[in-house]
């Protein structure tokens, strides 16, 4: 009888020893029947390491004992999460797409008129109201309206965005339509 035959028959007669161990510890029949599963796949993927005339059945439950605590402090570190609710919160957009739509903001807003990048800022970017960016712009209300739909139409040509892409509330600063997404 070779010494892997020797070695294998030994094995299958602590199999029952192994098992009572990993319940011991696991508290749990299947999670005690995996950890003896993944200790005899760990015991014959390194059969060389184990020295003939030693203790097997040391070295098997040390195998055993090693698996279940490391699986015990990776278990502390992980989140349950089966219905995908934590990790749909951690979620964040690819930030390369945030870079490369920012370049392209700033390629087509530098190719507007003055006055339209002037009302553009002021209503979309600085927050001032129709009222405000008229008094600042020395001219009436309804033209700085005007200038705004008209910059927002240009900006969103040179973007190519289509209409129902982009919602433009009232206050004249462009957002992103999330009813879509």
């Known amino acids: 009888m070779t010494q892997l035959a020797v070695f294998k028959s030994e094995l299958i007669e ?31 993927a390194n059969v060389e390491r184990f020295e003939p005339g030693t203790n097997l059945r040391a070295w098997l ?17 992980e989140v349950e999460d089966a219905d995908g609710k934590f990790a749909a919160r951690l979620s964040s957009r690819p930030e390369q797409d945030g870079s490369v739509d920012l370049e392209d903001f700033k390629v087509a807003f530098a190719k507007l008129a003055p006055d339209h990048r002037e009302v553009l800022t002021l209503v979309g970017a600085s927050g001032c109201s129709y009222e405000e960016a008229a008094q600042i712009c020395g001219c009436a209300v309804g033209t700085i309206k005007s200038r705004v739909n008209r910059a ?3 900006l969103s040509d040179l973007l190519g965005l289509d209409e129902d892409e982009t919602t ?14």
């Not at 020893?17 to 319940?23: E, P």
């Not at 004992?65 to 570190?77: A, C, D, E, I």
């Open 61 to 77: 439950f040390t195998i055993l004992r090693n698996h279940y605590y490391s699986q015990l402090r990776k278990s502390k570190r």
């Open 168 to 181: 433009i509330p009232a206050d004249g600063r462009m957002v992103e339509d999330t009813a879509n997404v």
């Open 152 to 154: 927002r139409k240009r």
């Open 14 to 44: 602590l199999l029952p020893s192994l098992r009572a161990f990993a319940r011991s510890l696991a508290h749990n029949p299947t999670h005690a029947d995996d950890l003896v599963q993944d200790t005899l796949v760990k015991a014959l």
